[in-house]
């Protein structure tokens, strides 16, 4: 079973459009990453956001973690058409599990010019 | 680029043989985690190395083995191919001591016929 899930399952907006998707987990964190993945190839590490963290930036991205909901969000804005991709959402749980990542299904984006 | 090389990069076999995948982490990086990625799925923690020993296994049968060398790069076979072994299967490269996130080869896609 998948630790995180996120929200929409898809979602296809305009270039300059903001794009936001959410994830959800189940259980306690260590920390939680997002990724973006083009057309079924390797995992782009975009950002890392420690549970003891609320909310980060780099470039026009925005992470969110609320903890209390055992949710994050992420958030690009000004989107461009090369943010087309799949996003996924992953944990990195307390219980000795460093680094062992658990991915929910992910996000496809879409961004048309 | 984050460093982390796979090969072979695409790989076609016959149901029942074995096939050995390798992964070179990131320099300075001492912890390689294997995944694998259905299509349209997120990926799924197969196991991790840290320090050439089996760290962590997820939920994988035992025909899917690994090993980290000296160097910390890794390989992961599995036997006995099942036409549902068809994947991409991702390796991920961390320090553990520096605590660092974890950044991902470009794939292997295996495929079995």
């Known amino acids: 079973s998948q630790q995180g899930e996120e929200d929409p399952q898809a979602l296809s907006i305009q270039e300059g459009e903001n794009a936001t998707m959410n994830c959800s987990y189940k259980t306690s964190i260590n920390n939680l990453q997002w990724y973006r993945q083009n057309s079924g190839r390797g995992l782009v590490h975009l950002i890392l956001i420690r549970s003891n963290e609320r909310e980060k930036h780099s470039g026009r991205l925005r992470v969110t973690l609320d903890t209390s909901k055992k949710s994050s969000s992420l958030l690009i804005t000004a989107s461009r058409a090369a943010d087309t991709a799949s996003y996924f959402c992953?944990?990195?749980?307390?219980?000795?599990?460093?680094?062992?990542?658990?991915f929910g299904a992910g996000t496809q984006v879409v961004v048309t010019p | 680029e984050t460093g982390v090389t796979q090969s072979p990069t695409h790989l076609i076999k016959t149901r029942g043989q074995q096939v050995t995948l390798r992964c070179s982490s990131q320099?300075?990086?001492?912890?390689v985690s294997w995944y694998q990625q259905a299509l349209g799925q997120g990926p799924q923690f197969i196991f991790q190395?840290?320090?050439?020993?089996?760290?962590g296994r997820g939920n994988f049968p035992p025909r899917f083995s690994g090993l980290q060398f000296p160097n910390y790069s890794s390989e992961l076979n599995v036997n006995a191919l099942e036409l549902d072994d068809s994947a991409l299967y991702l390796c991920a490269s961390s320090s553990r001591t520096a605590n660092t996130e974890a950044f991902f080869g470009q794939g292997t896609r295996l495929t079995v016929v």
């Open positions: 320099s300075g990086h001492n912890t």
């Open positions: 190395y840290y320090r050439e020993e089996e760290n």
């Open positions: 992953a944990t990195d749980a307390t219980t000795d599990s460093w680094g062992k990542l658990q």
